[in-house]
């Protein structure tokens, strides 16, 4: 059977299955008695290991086999949830995320998770308890030349126990031997065939580079005799000599570190297990995030619904927006000649067909919109990794995960907010004492919201931590020449909270490899503004501090006013737009030798776009009378002024290519109906 054909369904169904593991793990974590929990977990890693095995991925089968055996005796009442069997299994699904990470890049899914079964399978015996735990360095030099940590020692005392023979074997291939790792890959498979390899020394990875000179040594299990060892491991050709030593439990005993007191011994496998199990607490960039189907949606009456979901490949979906873009354009032209025509029959086909292109256009928008739960629900693990890291007890409050965004948005969003998340966890919620001394809970809440406002989504991340100290950021920012002692004094503390998101700001003492405060938050700011969006702080000296991020709803099709200046036609997204009017002449102000103008018990900015743009033919000062477009950004408002308004249009959002990015106040151009270009304004490059 060729499974080439089945891998992309076997990296998106595992990809389902590793979230369902984490999000269930983690509930299970706060209600360690609900059965009905593990039971889940179990069907998952089930699966999963089905899968797995089909595809010919062994190590993710073997390894989630091994969860299963936990999972099984947990779920019949036989052993309970304690901190170390969730950290064995948070640290089991990290290595299996590992696994099918590596395969998506095109490898085999490999890995050395002995380290993991070992501890997964003393959870099973219940030596975890009581006996030795896993360890980084080695336990001790055995007579034979081979290490052993302690974990692995206590396999082979466990499996003498149990009836089993340990076989010492040394290996050697002829001198002249030219493909080394083949014959070493020979004797491990015919030696796999009947038992377990416990140790090898070198590691199996540096056999398989030949990074070894003629021999290599390895402890086994096996109900085999001695004899048929070395009968099938002398079959394999240019092999020279293989000496084999039965080892019993006086032997072994030797390879036994020394124990002096039980409850000493229990003090070192404790730091050895946080040493071992604790998950790192490393972040992965998230790209290409699929909406994930639920396996049955609740109807009203409370039985469950299958639901009807097909997968359909990304590239699809953009080829059909792309189609659909230029559909758009013949379609404005069409009613742009309709108009001028005037002919009943042709008017009321071009409006059907605009009718029924709104709707086509609508339901390709919904086909890209993805709800931002599929960034967010990586992060409950993220920030229960982070707090157990730093020893802080942090509660991840998230709403509005239903809440939809363009699919180009989801995957470029979730690196900013993981950068925000951390600096919240590490910079922002205090220590338990400093808490505690502060009059506050223990536990430290971060609130994660997704919410629509207009054409806009808005993502916040509050917590109730310690603060911004506005003091110490004017201090950094003196220090590092970002504003004068003049400048400091006028900034208002909004101002100078965003000085944060400067090129390498920080104003932690001692910067972590988990975060500081500012460290990442100029890339936070960047990357936002390239997806047409914009990030702000907001903050209280020991309440906490929110950030906001204002995210456009999707990033192709946009609803905009079209505006004339002079002989040029420009576009102005609708979103930003508060209003449209008309002022006098006698109206503009000169202040300081900026025009302003009077606009609703305030005095706002006014911006010439055609002095901006270098407009020919349009001169705005011959004119009694001058059309403008108030725009906001925030709660900072300018007034544009045009020449003429033209209209409000749906427009297809065009990039202007590699030649002419980063050009001022320019986002991007539209092809109208008429086949004129016209180019999109940013307005919030024109709000300083």
Excluded: W
């Amino acid at each position: 059977m060729e499974l080439s054909q089945y891998l992309s369904m076997f990296i998106d169904e595992s990809k389902e299955h590793l979230q369902s593991l984490n999000e269930n793990l983690l509930s299970l974590e706060s209600n360690p008695q609900d059965i009905s929990i593990v039971h889940n977990i179990f069907r998952s890693a089930h699966t999963l290991k089905g899968m797995s095995a089909t595809m010919g991925f062994e190590d993710i089968a073997a390894l989630t086999h091994e969860m299963e055996n936990v999972l099984d005796l947990v779920r019949n009442s036989k052993i309970e949830m304690n901190p170390f069997i969730f950290d064995c299994i948070f640290k089991s699904l990290d290595s299996l995320e590992s696994m099918v990470e590596d395969i998506i890049q095109g490898g085999t899914g490999k890995a050395d998770v002995s380290p993991i079964v070992v501890a997964l399978r003393s959870i099973v015996t219940g030596d975890y308890k009581t006996a030795q735990a896993p360890q980084v360095t080695a336990a001790k030099e055995p007579a034979k030349g081979i290490e052993v940590d302690e974990f692995q020692f206590s396999i082979l005392q466990q499996s003498i126990d149990s009836g089993f023979l340990v076989f010492y074997i040394e290996v050697s291939v002829n001198e002249n031997c030219v493909l080394k790792a083949a014959r070493a890959y020979m004797v491990f498979d015919a030696l796999e065939r009947m038992g377990e390899i416990v140790k090898a020394t070198p590691s199996v990875q540096e056999i398989e580079q030949e990074k070894f000179d003629r021999s290599f040594s390895l402890y086994f299990i096996s109900k085999v005799d001695q004899a048929t060892l070395e009968k099938e491991i002398l079959n394999v050709s240019e092999i020279q000599s293989a000496v084999i030593i039965t080892v019993d439990s006086e032997s072994l005993a030797e390879l036994s570190p020394p124990r002096t007191e039980v409850e000493a011994a229990r003090q070192e496998i404790a730091a050895a297990v946080a040493e071992a199990i604790t998950p790192a607490v490393s972040i992965e960039t998230m790209h290409n995030v699929e909406p994930v189907a639920a396996a049955a949606k609740p109807t009203a009456g409370g039985a469950p619904v299958a639901s009807r979901t097909i997968r359909v490949d990304i590239e699809r979906l953009d080829a059909l927006m792309n189609l659909f873009s230029e559909l758009l354009i013949d379609r404005v032209r069409l009613e742009q000649l309709a108009s001028e025509v005037k002919r009943n029959d042709l008017t009321e086909t071009v409006e059907h067909m605009s009718r029924v292109s709104s709707d086509l256009q609508n339901i390709v928008l919904k086909l890209r919109m993805v709800p931002v739960d599929s960034v967010f629900n990586r992060f409950p693990r993220m920030i229960r990794d982070l707090a157990k890291s730093l020893d802080k007890k942090v509660d991840l409050v998230i709403t509005g995960a239903e809440t939809e965004l363009d699919r180009t948005v989801i995957d470029e969003i979730g690196d900013p907010l993981v950068h925000l998340l951390r600096n919240a966890v590490d910079h922002g919620i205090e220590s338990i004492s400093d808490r505690l001394a502060a009059g506050k809970s223990e536990h430290g809440t971060i609130q994660l919201r997704a919410f629509h406002s207009g054409n806009h989504v808005f993502i916040e991340i509050e917590e109730d931590g310690r603060g911004i100290y506005r003091e110490k950021v004017l201090k950094t920012a003196l220090k590092n020449g970002l504003v004068t002692a003049e400048q400091a004094a006028k900034l208002s503390d909004l101002e100078v909270y965003n000085l944060l998101f400067a090129s390498g700001f920080s104003t932690a003492e001692k910067i972590s490899d988990i975060s500081g405060r500012g460290v990442g938050l100029d890339v936070v700011k960047t990357k936002i503004q390239m997806l047409g969006g914009h990030v702000q702080v907001d903050s209280k000296l020991g309440f906490g501090s929110k950030f906001s991020v204002q995210l456009p709803l999707t990033l192709s099709i946009i609803s905009a006013m079209l505006v004339r200046l002079g002989s040029e036609k420009y576009a102005i997204p609708l979103s930003s737009i508060v209003e449209t009017s008309a002022i006098q002449k006698q109206q503009i102000r000169n202040i300081h030798g900026n025009k302003m103008v009077e606009y609703r018990n305030s005095v706002i900015p006014l911006v010439s776009l055609s002095t901006l743009f270098n407009v020919p033919d349009f001169n705005e000062d011959l004119e009694e009378e001058t059309e403008i477009v108030v725009v906001r950004k925030g709660d900072k408002q300018v007034a544009l002024m045009v020449d003429e308004f033209i209209g409000q249009q749906e427009i297809v959002l065009k990039t202007l290519g590699k030649y002419l990015s980063g050009l001022f106040a320019i986002s991007g151009a539209t092809i109208l109906g008429d086949g004129q270009v016209a180019l999109i304004i940013d307005p919030n490059a024109l709000i300083k």
